[in-house]
């Protein structure tokens, strides 16, 4: 059992803040071995529920095709409006329902803390793939594959986090994941996205440098990574402003001259205009082979809780 | 002198000593005190070496379960609670808040699972440079204890 059995004691992935170094490090490895081989039946006769209360394509379509290439069954909905929620029922009485007929619940919910929750009453694993603007685990967990997997360490890396600091949730879980491993922080960000004062007190607690700056012009030339984030007009109250700074906060391909060799740019996505379409053919813009180690983390995720590996 | 009449003449009951007076109402609020049928005694600005000006409540035969002490913790955590039996002290029971608190608090965040849906709260109590927060167990939200909302 080694470490994954300390994971898995509640046999479900909430939050990426119940695990540690060595737990990430073991879900990274797996991930390492299914991109090897990422067609297995190791799934075989298992029934897997993707219940997406809130709509999603890349988290959805990469947990279903993971499960689908390890041979496994796919039940669920993928919008809310054709579920019983619909009707009123209980996120409760759904869980236990779907636990009738499905061996892992996949869910993604509007609510924060509906994950922890479900994991509490469902007599199944559940698998959190988003809870409001809470905790979005696997996600976290495939940026810390592709950061690995493009610098060969997780180690002493100087990282650039841009765009919405605030709302971002990507961004707040990967500096929890992160703070394992030494990093250095940049936060570039316009002031009224930046980073939220908890996750700094989090970072002097862990001793762990950053610095902040509001322009993305060329504060990235040191970084290893450039993790983009998309800037979203509803958040913000002057409409001038969200111009100024949605046009300041493009990354353009003629801005990654003077970069370390090494950089490689991330992204969730979604992207809208943060990062120019001259990027993608650079060979640094990595966020779409990013979307791909998806589908590797998160059968080595569904692998291990159901403890078919 | 004076201390030991207000508490002696209790026969059975609680008394809650050691109230910052600023607090005295609030305690007697969230322990839905205004209602209570028993014989009840309040008083305020007391002089206290401890506090400064104190509030005391002595209330006739009543026990405090232990969700009940937990409120009083939240917003008066110096607080003293006498258990009265026989006009004598019992028992001194001094309040320390719980690592983890269930039900009595609302979370703030209107997302929140437990703001939605018939789910009991619950929240853990964490220090944070020597400030005492209280972090939701469901969404994760944090919030300092004098900003706490009681049900």
Redesign the interface.
């Known amino acids: 059992m080694g470490v994954w059995g300390q994971i898995m004691s509640n046999n479900s992935l909430v939050?990426i803040?119940d695990y540690s170094k060595e737990e990430i490090l073991a879900i990274l490895d797996s991930a390492a071995d299914f991109e090897t081989n990422p067609n297995r039946k190791t799934l075989d006769g298992k029934v897997i529920a993707t219940l997406f209360f809130e709509p999603s394509t890349r988290t959805r379509l990469s947990f279903e095709t993971a499960v689908v290439r390890l041979g496994g069954s796919i039940i669920g909905f993928s919008d809310a409006a054709t579920s019983s929620s619909s009707k009123g029922e209980?996120?409760?009485d759904t869980i236990h329902m779907v636990s009738c007929y499905a061996d892992a619940i996949v869910m993604r919910?509007?609510?924060?803390?509906?994950a922890?929750?479900a994991s509490e009453v469902a007599p199944v694993p559940i698998i959190n793939a988003g809870?409001?603007?809470?905790?979005h685990p696997s996600q976290t967990l495939l940026d810390l594959y592709s950061i690995l997997k493009t610098q060969g360490t997780l180690e002493n890396l100087t990282i650039c986090l841009v765009g919405d600091l605030k709302y971002g949730r990507t961004v707040h879980s990967l500096i929890m994941a992160m703070s394992h491993f030494h990093p250095t922080f940049k936060f570039i960000a316009p002031d009224e996205l930046k980073m939220p004062d908890?996750y700094k007190?989090f970072c002097r607690k862990k001793n762990i440098p950053f610095t902040e700056v509001n322009e993305l012009n060329d504060n990235f030339n040191d970084a290893d990574i450039l993790y983009m984030t998309r800037v979203q007009k509803e958040r913000f109250q002057d409409l001038m402003e969200y111009e100024r700074v949605k046009n300041v906060y493009t990354l353009k391909n003629s801005m990654l001259e003077n970069t370390k060799s090494n950089l490689r740019i991330l992204h969730p996505l979604p992207r809208v205009t943060e990062i120019d379409p001259d990027v993608d053919s650079n060979e640094k813009a990595y966020y779409f082979r990013q979307a791909q180690n998806g589908l590797y983390v998160r059968q080595a995720i569904v692998s291990k809780l159901l403890k078919t590996t | 002198m004076e201390k030991e009449l207000k508490v002696a003449a209790l026969r059975n009951g609680t008394v809650i000593d050691h109230i910052p007076a600023d607090k005295l109402y609030k305690v007697v609020s969230i322990l839905h005190l205004d209602n209570c049928e028993q014989q009840i005694t309040i008083g305020n600005n007391l002089d206290s070496a401890k506090v400064g000006k104190k509030g005391i409540i002595k209330i006739s035969d009543r026990a405090f379960a232990e969700d009940e002490t937990n409120k009083i913790a939240l917003i008066a955590p110096n607080a003293k609670i006498n258990i009265i039996r026989d006009y004598v002290v019992v028992e001194k029971r001094p309040l320390s808040l719980p690592s983890e608190i269930r039900e009595i608090i609302q979370c703030g965040?209107p997302?929140?699972?437990?703001n939605?849906?018939?789910?009991a709260t619950k929240f853990h109590v964490i220090m944070?440079?020597e400030e005492i927060m209280l972090k939701?167990?469901?969404?994760?939200?944090?919030v300092i204890r004098d900003k706490v909302k009681i049900k």
């Not at chain 2, 939605?116 to 789910?119: A, E, I, L, T």
């Not at chain 2, 939701?136 to 944090?142: G, V």
């Open positions: 939050s803040a209980t996120l409760n919910h509007p609510l924060e803390g509906a922890r929750y809870d409001g603007a809470n905790q908890e007190v | 965040n997302n929140c699972i437990t939605n849906q018939p789910v944070h440079d939701c167990h469901y969404c994760e939200r944090e």
